[in-house]
């Protein structure tokens, strides 16, 4: 027999929320909080490089879109000063989880751009 931990009700149903204030039940975080907790330890991978910061920011959009979330970063001492020059390469990194998605997902668009060129 359990109890609520808001309440104090007493319940012998294995249901997630009590019955008598609708407060949550399980010992830990719920199911939903303990997944966002697992995926923010979850390791960044980088999936491409970007000729200019213009393009990253148009690939990063297009995998949110998809919803991937992903990050820019750039490796020169420019960006921690806030210059931005629009020539310099920017990598994309994703969550490990979504990284081949994201690649598939990259990879289609190059598709699409070379078939374009050979027009």
Known sequence: MTSCPHC??????????????????A????????????RSREP?????????EVLASLWKAIL???????????????AAMYVFP????CQIHVLASEAQRAREILDSLEEVDQDFEEE
């Open 64 to 78: 949110e879109e998809e919803g991937i979330r992903s990050l820019i970063k750039r490796s020169d001492l420019a």
């Open 44 to 52: 960044l991978e980088h999936v491409a490089t970007a000729p200019d």
């Open 8 to 25: 104090g009700h007493p319940s012998d149903d294995p249901a997630d929320v009590c019955p008598q204030c609708g407060a949550h039940l």
């Open 27 to 38: 010992s830990g975080p719920p199911a939903d909080a303990a997944a966002g907790l697992n």
């Open 86 to 89: 629009g020539n310099t390469e």
